[in-house]
Structure formats: structure tokens, C-alpha cells
């Protein structure tokens, strides 16, 4: 059975503090996406990757980073939580042609105080 | 552009049927998605149909693709509580990896 997990379901930082998302996928894919989601806006690409080490910027990259040293971990990486980066953050990966289906993770919702 | 809409909300009463739409952009897709995301949980593909087909039947759903309009729906015949959830369509960027979500329509169903 296909699987992606996620490491947390819910957590709590405080503003100025720099998170760690980490994603695994057990399907030996080669893409991995972080959305965040948002009510009203649907899902949001942060960063995607389609290869260990590689990596390419999404539509809302600003604040965040993300690392990809092995091919099932995916990180995503808040350097300086802020409020507004309050939000649900989904995972996804898929293989690799860009019609495949993705993927998903149950989802880690963040809030930052 | 690149944005898929959406209708926001759907209400409908048990056993009737729901029909979410959807307007897309890419009119070289090759496959078109429907999500569903039930609560607290994360995206699930529900059906999909490629692009040279009008529609596609599976169980109580039904897609259909108007690549003319762009247009996209899903049907879901005799709609039940466990149907409650938000449904994306979502379609792949051609010559890219990415994928562009609509909005997600919330669909209650009331009993």
C-alpha cells in the first residue's frame, strides 16, 4: 500500500523560530511537492523536487527552504516562522512524468504564535 | 493564467445527486484530476479522465471533460454523508512537474 507520511499532525511554534516539516514517501518516487492549503485559496506550491538534490522554487517560495538529501525524504524548512505562515502543509510525491497522480500526506497543520 | 476555479460550497440533500464544476487552463493536459479531502486528512484521487474522452463512468461518478469550454465535472449519483469532504480538480502543467489545484468545493450533504 502506497504510503507518504508526514512527522507531525499538528504543531505550535512561536514567531522567530525555525521549523522542520519532514516528509517520506515509501513508493521510490521521484517527484515530491510541498503545498500549503489554505481556505478559500486551495492548494499552493511551495518548492517541488524531481531528483535527490534538486530542486525548483513553486509559486510561493518565499520564507521557506526545502532539502532533498535522500530520495524518499523531503524537508520543508521555515527559517523564521512568521504568523502568516500559519497554515495546513501537504506533502505529495509522484513518479516521474508530470501526468501521474500525486500522492498525498495526511497533512501537518502549523500554527505560529 | 494559471488558475483553476471553482465553486466554493455545495449543499445537497441525501440521495440527490451533486454536480461540482470546474473551469481549467491548459487545454494540452493529457489527464484531468479529481481530489477528494475529507476532514483532517490529506488529498485522495477519487477519478480521473484523459483528455480525449467526453466522459467517464465509475460507480455513483460521473466526469465529464468539454475541452472546447475547458470544462470539467463531476457527478455523484445518489450522494450520501460520507460524501461530505472538499473535491479538487486539478490538472498537470504541461512541460512541467507542477500540478495546479483549483480552489476545492466544500460539498455537505444533508441527511
Redesign the interface.
Known amino acids: 500500500d502506497v504510503k507518504?507520511t508526514q512527522s507531525s499532525r499538528y504543531l505550535v511554534k512561536r514567531t522567530g523560530e525555525k521549523v522542520f516539516l519532514e516528509c517520506v514517501q515509501d513508493m521510490d518516487h521521484e517527484?515530491m511537492?510541498w503545498?500549503r492549503q489554505d481556505p478559500?485559496?486551495?492548494?499552493r506550491?511551495i518548492y517541488?523536487s524531481?531528483d535527490v538534490k534538486m530542486k525548483?522554487k513553486?509559486d510561493i517560495p518565499e520564507g521557506y527552504s526545502v532539502s532533498r538529501e535522500k530520495k524518499e525524504r523531503f524537508s520543508l524548512i521555515l527559517e523564521s516562522a512568521s504568523t502568516n505562515q500559519t497554515s495546513m502543509y501537504?506533502c505529495?510525491s509522484?513518479l516521474r512524468l508530470?501526468?501521474n497522480?500525486?500522492?498525498?500526506?495526511?497533512?501537518t497543520r502549523l500554527t505560529v504564535l | 493564467g494559471e488558475d483553476?476555479e471553482?465553486s466554493?460550497f455545495l449543499s445537497v440533500r441525501e440521495g440527490d445527486s451533486s454536480v461540482i464544476n470546474c473551469t481549467y487552463t491548459d487545454s494540452s493536459?493529457?489527464?484531468l484530476?479529481w481530489?477528494k479531502q475529507e476532514p483532517?486528512?490529506?488529498?485522495?484521487?477519487l477519478t480521473?479522465i484523459f483528455s480525449n474522452m467526453d466522459m467517464k463512468q465509475d460507480q455513483r461518478l460521473t466526469v465529464l471533460l468539454n475541452k472546447k469550454d475547458k470544462h470539467l465535472s463531476l457527478r455523484i449519483a445518489d450522494t450520501q454523508t460520507g460524501d461530505s469532504a472538499i473535491y479538487?480538480c486539478?490538472e498537470?502543467?504541461?512541460?512541467?512537474?507542477?500540478?495546479i489545484?483549483?480552489?476545492?468545493t466544500r460539498l455537505k450533504v444533508l441527511a
Do not use: D, H, R
Request: proline share 4%; no cysteine; aromatic share 28%.
Open positions: 507518504v517527484n511537492f503545498y478559500g485559496l486551495g492548494l506550491l517541488f524531481y525548483e513553486g501537504l505529495a509522484s508530470s501526468y497522480e500525486q500522492f498525498f500526506g495526511p497533512g | 483553476v471553482q466554493l493536459s493529457t489527464y484530476y481530489y483532517g486528512a490529506g488529498l485522495q484521487l480521473y479538487f486539478a498537470p502543467l504541461s512541460g512541467t512537474y507542477k500540478y489545484f483549483g480552489t476545492g
